[in-house]
């Protein structure tokens, strides 16, 4: 996606270690103009699916994965980073966080994903695929079925995409990184 790739190499930060910042534009200050074309990409990738949710998980999956729901009209599922007291009917699955160094538990409402459901995964990044996997583990906890999985910018250099292409899904990748380094972002043809 050319729109996404040149807004990541005009705003985006690169640093030694492999990590992009891309706070400016996707996660932490959004650009809705931006955020509307991810999601008709993403409807262009997976609207031929037989979808009826939406799911993604806290907090930088929510923007993109909502215009997807607006676009198609479906209903958007949050998987929870922290277990709120309020929650029912509860599943959870453990998922490390390379960023924050620390494991934790995710979870979701079975009352809003269930063995009906036909379901994408949207997430801001992937790169070493812990939340997929963890989110992966709750929809099939829910059985659900899960019918590809969506990023918007992906570290190809990291073992996410090898670790999820195991488990015989589509994974599309609006933007995928060959290398990050000091001052410099290198993507994938």
């Known amino acids: 996606m050319k729109l996404l790739k040149?807004?990541?190499?005009?705003?985006?930060?690169?640093?030694?270690?492999?990590?992009?910042?891309?706070?400016?534009?996707?996660?932490?200050?959004?650009?809705?103009?931006?955020?509307?074309?991810?999601?008709?990409?993403?409807?262009?990738?997976?609207?031929?699916?037989?979808?009826?949710?939406?799911?993604?998980?806290?907090?930088?999956?929510?923007?993109?994965?909502?215009?997807?729901?607006?676009?198609?009209?479906?209903?958007?599922?949050?998987?929870?980073?922290?277990?709120?007291?309020?929650?029912?009917?509860?599943?959870?699955?453990?998922?490390?966080?390379?960023?924050?160094?620390?494991?934790?538990?995710?979870?979701?409402?079975?009352?809003?994903?269930?063995p009906n459901d036909q379901v994408v995964f949207i997430d801001d990044f992937l790169a070493n695929g812990n939340a997929a996997m963890g989110v992966h583990q709750l929809i099939e906890k829910a059985g659900a079925s899960l019918l590809g999985m969506g990023f918007i910018i992906e570290k190809s250099f990291q073992k996410g995409h090898e670790l999820l292409r195991e488990l015989n899904i589509p994974i599309e990748s609006l933007a995928r990184i060959k290398f990050l380094g000091d001052n410099r972002i290198e993507f994938e043809e």
Do not use: W
């Not at 103009?33 to 262009?44: A, D, Q, T, Y």
């Not at 198609?72 to 390379?98: D, G, H, Q, R, W």
């Open 6 to 114: 040149d807004r990541i190499l005009k705003d985006g930060k690169s640093f030694e270690g492999g990590i992009l910042k891309v706070d400016s534009f996707i996660n932490h200050q959004m650009d809705p103009i931006l955020m509307k074309s991810i999601g008709v990409e993403f409807v262009r990738r997976f609207g031929h699916l037989p979808i009826n949710k939406i799911v993604t998980i806290e907090a930088s999956g929510i923007a993109p994965a909502i215009m997807l729901g607006y676009l198609l009209e479906l209903p958007v599922v949050f998987i929870k980073k922290a277990v709120p007291k309020t929650m029912e009917n509860m599943l959870t699955a453990s998922v490390y966080s390379f960023t924050k160094d620390k494991t934790y538990d995710i979870c979701v409402s079975q009352d809003f994903l269930t």
